[in-house]
């Protein structure tokens, strides 16, 4: 046995097999064929759906059956990525024409997935059996599928420019393409137009096809943009959604959107407008709300008592996705080559492949009825000499040599003697002969017709123009996007003038404080962002460059922070350390951020170690003078050795009656009061008591609830390593200044002493452990057992390995973080 070795440069081996990877992802996964507009695994689940029959003139079929039987014969990957193509293709907010008829839910526009494949059915549209007709006719190549047991077209046949009615997006290896969607009666009106003028310019095609239309309606904004895209490939155009404006019984009026730009999330549309609402960024919106139903899409922005309508549609244009931009891009794979195209090259390219088509198509079915015509010709001349005929039968052996003995005494060819000893008695009556003299007339002009098609090109490509035309009038549907040739100018008045850019804001425990642009926030990935080793994010959340932030420290001292102040830098980068901005003293840390509003009417509760407690109004944390050099007080410390342990934001609504604190201490005691117990005193207040401490003890932490839930539950951490999750009606409601209740069990030996508390949002909620010995353990809260008040809870650290438990660090989440960005 001889084992071949080869050396060869890793640069030579990377290469070569990376390009054999761009290459199969660039023809065979991301990008569509020009001629059909489909990607392969599109036109595998069509094509999978043609050959079982689920076609539109049938019953639906579950999901779960086509998309095994895409993965079983044609597309060897996922059956999610099969199930998602298939859904997209079954949308009808995303596809000007579905090429997929679904029953059960396909997902919607607010971003929710689909049902899962088990329960939905489907089938192919009617005018997707367009795509697919004359497919049975020989009119494709065909190629292998992956293990070479059947056979599956390499493009379908067509009937209309798919890419262009439906678009296409993608991205692979070195290549993206962006088409948007059009009319399929403009459409087929410029190819017919193209067919009869080869050499007709982009702007007469455009008087035919003058845009995009998108599914979900909007105004394009930017005619010389979409020429330039017809002409090139590329260009920028801006979808702007459509508005009308309604008065209420007060007199009081209201926007209501009910067409919104192309491939935007609704959902994240309308929490985006609502924030920037919430957030006083703009003003003179009272409501905001998402009144959409079956009968179509409704976005209502109910407005203020003389609140300038057109103002805040400005202002939404510019920070919303109520106006986005559209990049065309168009890229197809054109004779086996990516390939960037022009309108007039997807329609040249179209018209080429339907001629094949058509041509083919016409072939087969010549040679078809030449078959028949040579048939019926036997038949009808075996019934001319029918007694001769049946003489010579009779006087044969067998079918074999009858077969033999009319082909030798009638001349009868091989084929047209089968035809005759199959021939059933019935067929020899007068209607039958007549039918065949019938058949045979009809097949000689079938015969011509064809021979016109095949040798005349005019009466082919007028085959094409009819077949489109007929497509036109069975599938066409008005236009639903309004196009003006002029992109708009946005103009905001300075007194609603808001950020120029969005961006996220991102501050560490650590102090690195930083703004991103939200584009390279997009296109890194979460666990990328920079941060010194042990460091966790403590804020991070989208920003207008003009918010204002307040950022509160454990050593009672807030810093006023304008966000466009912050250091722009990429999301990779460390950031700047807030000393290098303000006076810090070592062991400073933030431990609250706050956004900032002037005219807020909510409170800020601060708790500290030494068990002080006070509110005072979020108004008072105001801009100073000498704000980017230094701190200004928050909160008056008892001493140099207390600290800030909490602070929270109380809304203005809240009932400070029903709204709740809970302060625990080291030595494991608690104390749950109202905050109306708590007074609202300015800045340099010290506060009222908050508990009664014993000698030596202090306050861990403080967990807050603006509506009394007694089911709500903290987490506690001791620092022998134990975890315990408490319901709040575990702990009785006392009144402020008391020594509180024990929420641990009191050892003898090596008494457990509380390390931290947390309140729990979502049993997911995650931390990080910090032990003697250096090592971190990350939990979730569902790992810490509910129990009592008087139990120490569930070891989550071994104390005799990994030493006490020194550090418990409450983390973002930033994958969640991310999907509900």
């Not at 009106?189 to 599914?215: E, Q, R, V, W």
């Not at 090139?232 to 801006?238: L, N, S």
């Not at 010290?686 to 014993?694: A, R, Y």
């Not at 909620?765 to 569930?794: H, M, T, W």
Request: a negative charge; one cysteine or more; proline letters at 3%.
């Amino acid at each position: 046995m001889t084992v071949d070795i080869q050396e060869l440069s890793l640069e030579d081996v990377m290469g070569d097999r990376f390009g054999r990877y761009s290459k199969y992802i660039i023809q065979d996964r991301a990008l569509p064929d020009i001629r059909d507009g489909l990607k392969p695994v599109q036109r595998r689940i069509l094509y999978a759906m043609f050959v079982d029959g689920n076609t539109s003139s049938h019953n639906f079929r579950k999901s779960a059956k086509t998309v095994g039987n895409v993965i079983g014969n044609y597309h060897p990957h996922g059956d999610s990525s099969v199930y998602d193509a298939m859904v997209r293709m079954s949308q009808d907010w995303k596809n000007r024409e579905v090429l997929i008829e679904m029953h059960g839910n396909n997902g919607s526009m607010d971003g929710d997935p689909a049902a899962a494949m088990r329960y939905t059915e489907a089938r192919l549209s009617k005018i997707a059996d367009e795509l697919l007709a004359d497919l049975d006719k020989q009119t494709v190549e065909t190629m292998l599928n992956f293990d070479d047991t059947e056979e599956e077209p390499t493009v379908l046949p067509a009937g209309f420019p798919n890419l262009l009615v439906n678009g296409a997006a993608g991205i692979s290896a070195g290549y993206a393409t962006e088409i948007p969607t059009h009319n399929l009666g403009e459409v087929i009106d410029a190819t017919n137009y193209f067919i009869d003028h080869p050499k007709a310019s982009i702007d007469k095609l455009m008087d035919f096809l003058p845009g995009p239309d998108f599914p979900t309606g909007g105004i394009i904004q930017g005619k010389d943009e979409i020429r330039k895209a017809y002409e090139t490939g590329r260009g920028k155009v801006v979808v702007r959604s459509k508005h009308r404006m309604e008065t209420l019984r007060s007199g009081r009026q209201q926007i209501v959107i009910d067409e919104i730009p192309f491939e935007v999330n609704k959902s994240d549309l309308v929490k985006r407008m609502d924030e920037l609402r919430l957030n006083k960024s703009i003003e003179g919106i009272s409501e905001i709300r998402d009144e959409s139903d079956r009968n179509g899409l409704r976005i209502v922005i109910e407005l203020k008592k003389d609140a300038n309508a057109n103002a805040i549609l400005q202002y939404f244009y510019k920070n919303t996705n109520l106006q986005i931009n559209y990049n065309f891009n168009m890229v197809a794979i054109n004779q086996l080559r990516p390939q960037q195209v022009g309108l007039k090259d997807i329609l040249s390219a179209y018209i080429s492949h339907r001629k094949e088509i058509v041509t083919r198509r016409t072939q087969f079915d010549l040679d078809k009825a030449s078959q028949r015509l040579h048939i019926v010709d036997g038949l009808i001349k075996a019934i001319s000499i029918l007694d001769e005929l049946i003489q010579t039968i009779r006087q044969s052996k067998d079918k074999k040599d009858a077969k033999q003995n009319i082909m030798e005494q009638f001349d009868f060819t091989d084929k047209q003697a089968e035809a005759i000893v199959n021939l059933q008695l019935y067929r020899l009556t007068n209607t039958d002969i007549t039918s065949l003299q019938e058949e045979n007339l009809s097949l000689n002009e079938a015969i011509a017709s064809y021979q016109t098609i095949l040798s005349q090109p005019k009466v082919l490509l007028k085959v094409i123009k009819n077949e489109l035309k007929a497509i036109k009038k069975a599938y066409s549907n008005p236009r639903r996007s309004e196009i003006q040739d002029e992109i708009s100018e946005i103009k905001i008045k300075k007194e609603l003038l808001i950020p120029e850019e969005q961006v996220m804001v991102v501050i560490s425990n650590y102090g690195y404080v930083k703004q991103t642009s939200l584009r390279s926030y997009r296109s890194s990935e979460l666990e990328d962002l920079g941060l010194r080793e042990g460091d966790h994010v403590q804020y991070l959340a989208e920003h207008s460059t003009l918010d204002l932030l307040i950022l509160i420290t454990n050593k009672g001292n807030y810093i006023f922070q304008p966000v466009h102040e912050l250091q722009e830098l990429k999301w990779k980068d460390l950031g700047e350390h807030i000393s290098q901005r303000v006076n810090f003293a070592n062991d400073e840390k933030i431990i609250k951020v706050l956004p900032y509003a002037k005219d807020s009417k909510d409170n800020i509760l601060l708790i500290t170690q030494a068990g002080m407690v006070k509110q005072s109004p979020l108004a008072d944390f105001k801009e100073f003078r000498g704000y980017k050099k230094r701190s200004a007080v928050a909160m008056t410390l008892s001493d140099e050795m207390d600290q800030v342990v909490n602070v929270y934001q109380i809304s203005a609504q809240t009932d400070q009656s029903q709204a709740q604190i809970i302060i625990f201490t080291e030595f494991g005691f608690s104390l749950r009061y109202s905050i109306d117990e708590i007074n609202q005193v300015g800045l340099r207040a010290k506060g009222v008591k908050s508990i009664n401490l014993k000698d030596k003890d202090q306050v861990v932490n403080a967990v807050y609830q603006d509506q009394a839930d007694d089911q709500a539950q903290i987490i506690l951490f001791t620092q022998r390593g134990h975890a315990k999750r408490l319901r709040w009606e575990e702990i009785a409601s006392l009144g402020r200044a008391k020594r509180g209740l024990v929420v641990l069990k009191e050892l003898k030996t090596k008494p457990h002493r509380l390390l931290a508390a947390y309140p729990v949002t979502t049993t997911q909620d995650l931390f990080e452990l910090y032990c003697a010995n250096g090592q971190l353990k990350q939990i979730r809260a569902v790992e810490a057992p509910i129990a009592d008040r008087y139990s120490n809870g569930k070891a989550l650290v071994d104390e005799d390995k990994e030493g006490e438990l020194m550090r418990v660090t409450p983390l973002i989440d930033l994958d969640e973080l991310a999907a509900e960005d």
